[in-house]
C-alpha cells in the first residue's frame, strides 16, 4: 500500500512570515526527510478512522474514535485501546516499508507508548518513535 502525500515540517517562528500564508523563505519546496517524515506518516496512519479510505478500507485504526470522547480518567482499558491502535498503525506503516523506497532513518523500528498524562485540558498521549537508524523521537500525540 504506496501512499505519497503532501507533509509539512517545522520550522523556528523566526523563519514564519505573517499568519495567512506560510513558506519556507526557499524558492523550490523542502521534502519532508527523516524522522520527520516518519513521525508524519506513522501519524497519519494512526489518526485515519479504519474504514475511511475508499482503496484501501483496511487502512487505518480506532484511535479517532477516542479524540473528543468522554474519557474521564486513564484506566487500563484505556490504556490497552491506545497501545491496541499503536501496533495497528505499526503494522501498516511496516507494510508501507517494504513497498516504499525509505532510507533508514525513515522507516519504523517501533512506536510504543510512553505515558497518558492527566492535565486540565483531557489528557496528554506521548508517544516514541524509534526508526531502523536507531534515532528515537518522544512526542506528545494529541491530547484528548
Given amino acids: 500500500m504506496a501512499k505519497y502525500d503532501t507533509y509539512f515540517q517545522p520550522v ?3 523563519q514564519v512570515h505573517g499568519f495567512k500564508t506560510f513558506e ?3 524558492r523550490a519546496s523542502l521534502k519532508v526527510s527523516g524522522a520527520q517524515a516518519l513521525v508524519n506518516r506513522w501519524v ?3 489518526m485515519t478512522p479504519r474504514g475511511s479510505d475508499p482503496i484501501y478500507k483496511e487502512y487505518g485504526t480506532g484511535f479517532s474514535g477516542l479524540v473528543g470522547s468522554n474519557i ?4 487500563t482499558d484505556l490504556v490497552d485501546v ?4 499503536i501496533e495497528e498503525a505499526n503494522e501498516q506503516v511496516r507494510e508501507q516499508d517494504l513497498v516504499g523506497f525509505f532510507p533508514d532513518n525513515e522507516r519504523l523500528a517501533n512506536a510504543t507508548l510512553l505515558s497518558i498524562e492527566y492535565s486540565e485540558d483531557g489528557m496528554d498521549v506521548w508517544v516514541n518513535i524509534q526508526n531502523v537508524a536507531g534515532e528515537s523521537v518522544p512526542f506528545r500525540l494529541v491530547t484528548l
Fill in 82 to 85: 491506545v497501545n491496541i491502535a
Fill in 44 to 46: 497519519k496512519t494512526l
Fill in 24 to 26: 519556507y523563505g526557499y
Fill in 12 to 14: 523556528p517562528s523566526s
Fill in 72 to 75: 474521564s480518567d486513564v484506566t
